[in-house]
């Protein structure tokens, strides 16, 4: 993939597959994206996850999505999900 892909990640697009796909990691977005190909070489993967991680923090900032990392994992949800996990607790 060219630098000029990677610099057009649309975040309110990477929002949009992560309310798809939750939970998600961000490999699977990527992927569902077309912006990793399964024959990506290190470097260029690298490049990518490291783009995605900047629009993964910037939702998380805007309260958009809860992020958490698992190891060396980051598994991303909606934050409305989070809303009603914790309204289906407080009814229990």
């Known amino acids: 993939m060219s630098k000029s892909h990677r610099r057009t990640i649309d975040r309110n ?3 949009d597959m992560i309310k798809r796909l939750w939970p998600t990691h961000m490999t699977e977005v990527a992927q ?9 070489s290190g470097k260029e993967r690298k490049a990518v ?4 991680k900047y629009h993964f923090d910037q939702l998380a900032r ?3 999505i ?6 060396q994992a980051v598994v991303a949800w909606p934050h409305e999900m ?3 996990r914790i309204i289906h607790s407080m009814l229990e």
Request: charged share 25%.
């Open 49 to 52: 996850l490291t783009h995605l």
């Open 62 to 64: 805007e309260d958009k």
């Open 66 to 71: 809860n992020v958490k990392k698992i190891g």
């Open 32 to 40: 569902a994206m077309g912006y990793l190909a399964a024959n990506s």
């Open 82 to 84: 989070e809303k009603m």
């Open 13 to 15: 697009a990477v929002l």
